[in-house]
Nanobody
Framework: QVHFVESGGGLVQPGGSLRLSCAASGAILDGYTIGWFHQAPGKEREGVACLSTSDSRTFYAAFVKGRFTISGDDAKTTAHLQMNSLRPDDTATYYC?????????????????WGQGTQVTVSS
């Protein structure tokens, strides 16, 4: 009943920017926790940036601090991940995930609903 569709991925040169979006269907992102996770081939999925819309808490992985920003829109139907100063090691499939409530902001097991993922490739 809750579905999410990611968009905005693609091929970008190092130092470039992308803006990922996660559109919600069947749910309004009011009070939900939103997470962006990524997974590179052969690597574990890991948290990138997460946001609690109920209390505005955020988490950013150390490797994206100062470069990425997570946000939700005013209509509370879409989440975004603004990615600046992209590096080749940001290359991965990025997944949007949402949970009605969590105890830890960016732990995979806390999230109930996942999108299909969008590919981000950073290469010259």
């Amino acid at each position: 009943q809750v579905h999410f569709v990611e968009s905005g991925g693609g091929l970008v040169q190092p130092g470039g920017s992308l803006r990922l979006s996660c559109a919600a269907s069947g749910a309004i992102l009011d009070g939900y926790t939103i997470g962006w996770f990524h997974q590179a081939p052969g690597k574990e999925r890991e948290g990138v940036a997460c946001l609690s819309t109920s209390d505005s808490r955020t988490f950013y992985a150390a490797f994206v601090k100062g470069r990425f920003t997570i946000s939700g829109d005013d209509a509370k139907t879409t989440a975004h991940l603004q990615m600046n100063s992209l590096r080749p090691d940001d290359t991965a499939t990025y997944y949007c995930a949402v949970a009605p409530s969590v105890f830890k902001l960016c732990i995979i097991g806390e999230y109930d609903y996942w999108g299909q993922g969008t590919q981000v490739t950073v290469s010259s």
